[in-house]
């Protein structure tokens, strides 16, 4: 299945986007103000099922925030079969990983029904550092809590399972 880069569609304003954002789980963590001003570097994006938001070794460079419908995250073994890890749901976030330390993605994103996403390309980020700084700090303490609970998870379950 191919992959497209998320591009940019004619519709709705930098509020409508704020609102949107705003519903996100990452929206509970910031002023209105703030909100207005992600909001302001953002840009929606939609995939029908089964289309590939991502895949494993793209060179992205953005994160996202689902908007609505659900993404599946998947990953290829050595036998070139698919298994998904996790099951995304509406305002959540994807694609932190390879945003913040620009390696390879990691695993494959798949739209699971028709898919709506709020978009941050990485050089908008900049952006948003450059312009308003406390923003910006703001957001990279919440991707870094993220990755950091997504660890103790993994080495949670790492611990745990059978040898």
């Known amino acids: 299945?191919?992959?497209?880069?998320?591009?940019?569609?004619p519709g709705p304003s930098t509020a409508q986007l704020a609102d949107l954002f705003d519903g996100t789980k990452w929206g509970e963590d910031f002023s209105r103000e703030e909100?207005?001003?992600?909001a302001s570097h953002l840009h929606l994006a939609t995939f029908s099922d089964r289309?590939?938001?991502f895949r494993e070794g793209d060179r992205q460079d953005f994160m996202a925030f689902i908007v609505s419908?659900?993404?599946d995250i998947v990953k290829e073994s050595g036998d070139a079969t698919e298994s998904?890890?996790?099951?995304?749901?509406?305002r959540t976030h994807l694609g932190e990983m390879a945003f913040v330390d620009g390696e390879p993605r990691s695993a494959t994103a798949r739209a699971k029904g028709d898919?709506?996403?709020?978009?941050?390309?990485?050089e908008q980020f900049r952006a948003?550092?450059?312009?308003?700084?406390?923003v910006g700090i703001k957001m990279l303490m919440k991707i870094a809590r993220l990755l950091s609970r997504?660890?103790?998870q993994t080495t949670g379950r790492l611990v745990c399972a059978p040898l």
């Not at 299945?1 to 569609?9: I, V």
């Not at 909100?35 to 992600?38: A, G, M, S, Y």
């Open 1 to 9: 299945m191919r992959t497209r880069a998320p591009q940019k569609e």
């Open 35 to 38: 909100v207005d001003i992600i």
């Open 51 to 53: 289309e590939n938001v």
């Open 69 to 71: 419908g659900m993404v």
């Open 84 to 90: 998904v890890v996790i099951t995304l749901h509406p």
């Open 115 to 122: 898919v709506t996403l709020l978009v941050l390309p990485k």
């Open 128 to 134: 948003i550092l450059k312009d308003h700084p406390e």
């Open 150 to 152: 997504r660890l103790r």
